[in-house]
């Protein structure tokens, strides 16, 4: 930069001052959000992450100028993460109360009152099976029944003679912790359960297997290969979780999802 003088009142000395230069001035102007871009660590549902994230990825990233950085790795791990600070925002495809019960199946206990869960959609949880099953309908308590192993044979609700395979996602995903509270009214899985490493490998299984049965979020199920089983309305809330109020990125982040989902 260039010096230029002046003289202080009442002295006679001469200082001297900066001057700010062209460039300097240019790069003032120009300064954005986007100069403070940074990366977001996203840990948790990978109901989230095929839902909602994936989807407007690419749309936040450049609104935001932020990268994020997802790892799909069911909501109980994600939220252990968040609370070992291996991560930005936990993911969760269920209300903060059944994260944290998930979050407790992953072997960590996280006090509720430290976090805050940012809602960005509504999904729900639906039943399905194989095309080819010729059952339409269960209950709740036929639900809980089967996923408990009560019930073992379809011929039991009106099926075929045939042994049930149950399917569910992750032993800490939010899902299977969403069934066994609101289905099962907190009883356990049995044994014979088969967890998957995905919710969406749910969908997947059960297209290929006739004795099938799971629970998905309808945004998975594809009516060419599955088939929806009527029963109770099981809704949840997709979205974020922070421990206390968020950073202005990640609260950049939500709002932008926010935005795209509208």
Do not use: C
């Amino acid at each position: 930069s260039v010096p230029i003088t002046h003289k202080h009142p009442g002295s006679g000395i001469l200082a001297k001052a900066p001057l700010f230069t062209a460039a300097a001035a240019l790069l003032l102007a120009g300064f954005t959000p986007q100069a403070l871009a940074d990366t977001i660590k996203l840990h948790g549902a990978t109901t989230v992450v095929n839902v909602v994230v994936n989807p407007h990825r690419a749309t936040v990233e450049k609104s935001t100028g932020h990268t994020l950085e997802i790892v799909g790795n069911a909501t109980g791990k994600g939220l252990v993460d968040l609370s070992e600070a291996r991560a930005d925002v936990s993911m969760s495809s269920e209300p903060l109360d059944i994260a944290v019960s998930a979050a407790e199946t992953a072997g960590k206990t996280v006090d509720p009152k430290t976090l805050q869960f940012h809602e960005v959609r509504k999904d729900e949880i639906v039943f399905v099976v194989h095309p080819s099953n010729p059952v339409t309908k269960l209950t709740w308590e036929q639900l809980s029944d089967i996923h408990t192993g009560k019930i073992t044979n379809w011929k039991q609700v009106g099926g075929t003679d045939q042994a049930i395979t149950v399917y569910s996602d992750a032993l800490t995903g939010g899902t299977r912790a969403m069934v066994k509270k609101v289905v099962m009214g907190g009883a356990e899985y049995a044994a014979g359960v088969k967890s998957l490493t995905a919710v969406s490998r749910v969908a997947e299984v059960i297209a290929k297997d006739a004795s099938g049965i799971g629970g998905v979020g309808k945004s998975f199920v594809d009516s060419a290969k599955l088939k929806t089983v009527d029963t109770a309305k099981i809704e949840r809330p997709l979205g974020f979780i922070t421990v206390g109020e968020p950073s202005a990125k990640v609260r950049q982040m939500i709002d932008a999802f926010k935005t795209a989902e509208k």
